[in-house]
T-cell receptor, first 113, second 111 residues
Framework: DAGVTQSPTHLIKTRGQQVTLRCSPKSGHDTVSWYQQALGQGPQFIFQYYEEEERQRGNFPDRFSGHQFPNYSSELNVNALLLGDSALYLC????????????FGPGTRLTVT | AQRVTQPEKLLSVFKGAPVELKCNYSYSGSPELFWYVQYSRQRLQLLLRHISRESIKGFTADLNKGETSFHLKKPFAQEEDSAMYYCALSGLSGNTGKLIFGQGTTLQVKP
């Protein structure tokens, strides 16, 4: 089991563009959360998906949206990119009922120029 | 407001010295507290959670509700303990796994 996988590893976009990041959860996990980690900061919760629906959301604008597929994989979409969106985006998966232990992916480094 | 504060960005100690990484939190309710660790070139991983009361890799952490603290301690630091440590909390009631992280403390253990 490769654990949580994320793609791409790195991404460079221009202000105003749109981006899609992808995450495959650890085998057997059904819940996916997304976090944004700015340089020198701790991860900040964006939202969580369970049963293909957004279950909980952090303090992020509507430009941030997501999706979960029937195979539990997930996408994070960010529209109208701003320079401040440059960060490491982390995906974490867990199994419903065992949410105390979240398994993190290696992250996608997004740079907005 | 829900918040986790780690006052030290960097903690540097010599091998064999005691380590204490500080964590304070604010939360209205009953939180669950965690320590996550990220070693160089590795992904973020759970180190320990307060409910389990375990000692992992020689580290322990006690939840002090009166002082709203959850400090991470180890009596004798090892060079392999060098890493970034994050304190995090999650709400126990209706817990869906949302984690609130502190800013992190880099632990540097010198030989």
């Amino acid at each position: 089991d490769a654990g949580v996988t994320q793609s791409p590893t790195h991404l460079i976009k221009t202000r105003g563009q749109q981006v899609t990041l992808r995450c495959s959860p650890k085998s057997g996990h059904d819940t996916v959360s997304w976090y944004q980690q700015a340089l020198g900061q701790g991860p900040q919760f964006i939202f969580q998906y369970y049963e293909e629906e957004e279950r909980q959301r952090g303090n992020f604008p509507d430009r941030f949206s997501g999706h979960q597929f029937p195979n539990y994989s997930s996408e994070l979409n960010v529209n109208a990119l701003l320079l401040g969106d440059s960060a490491l985006y982390l995906c974490a998966s867990t199994l419903e009922g065992f949410s105390y232990e979240q398994y993190f992916g290696p992250g996608t480094r997004l740079t907005v120029t | 407001a829900q918040r986790v504060t780690q006052p030290e960005k960097l903690l540097s100690v010599f091998k064999g010295a005691p380590v204490e990484l500080k964590c304070n939190y604010s939360y209205s309710g009953s939180p669950e507290l965690f320590w996550y660790v990220q070693y160089s070139r590795q992904r973020l991983q759970l180190l320990l959670r307060h409910i389990s009361r375990e000692s992992i890799k020689g580290f322990t952490a006690d939840l002090n509700k009166g002082e709203t603290s959850f400090h991470l301690k180890k009596p004798f630091a090892q060079e392999e303990d060098s890493a970034m440590y994050y304190c995090a909390l999650s709400g126990l009631s209706g817990n869906t796994g949302k984690l609130i992280f502190g800013q992190g403390t880099t632990l540097q253990v010198k030989p």
